[in-house]
C-alpha cells in the first residue's frame, strides 16, 4: 500500500491470472497505482480496473456486483487517527462485469478489516466507532 494511491480494484480472467480456468470472475483488489506495481500481474490483462480513494478494508462479490468499503486515503501520519475511529468511511458498489461504479455512499465510521457481508438484499457494515450498519438499498 502506497499512501496518496488509492485502491484499484479490477476483475482479471483467470486464464491471464493463473492459466488454470476459463471462467471470468473478480479476482483481487490491490492496493497501490500502476507506476508501482509489485505483483507481476499485468494490467493488459485486466478485464477492468477502477481507482477508488479510499484504502479498502472489506471487499464483497455478491451476485453481479463487487462492493469495497474502507477508510479515506491519507498519510502515515492521518493513518493513526483514522484507525482509532476518528474517520468517515466509504461504499463503493462496481458492476462485477463491466466495472461501472453504480453507486457511492459515504459512511459515518471507517469500516473494520473484512467487516462487510451481503445477505437477504442488506449489506452489513461493521465499524471501527463499534456500530453495525445495515443498508437496504432503498435510499441514499
Known sequence: ?????GTL??????VAAAGLHKNHTVEAAVRGNGARWDFGIPRESFRWCQQVPIYARAIV????????????DCSVEDAVTAMDGGA????????????????QQELPASPMADGMIVAGGRVYISTDNNQLLCL????D
Open 1 to 5: 500500500y502506497h499512501p496518496g494511491d
Open 9 to 14: 480494484v479490477f476483475a482479471q480472467d483467470h
Open 61 to 72: 462479490l455478491a451476485a453481479d456486483k463487487l462492493l469495497v468499503a474502507g477508510r479515506p
Open 88 to 103: 468517515a468511511g466509504a461504499l463503493f458498489i462496481f458492476s462485477a462485469s463491466s466495472g461501472e461504479l453504480l453507486h
Open 136 to 139: 437496504d438499498g432503498t435510499a
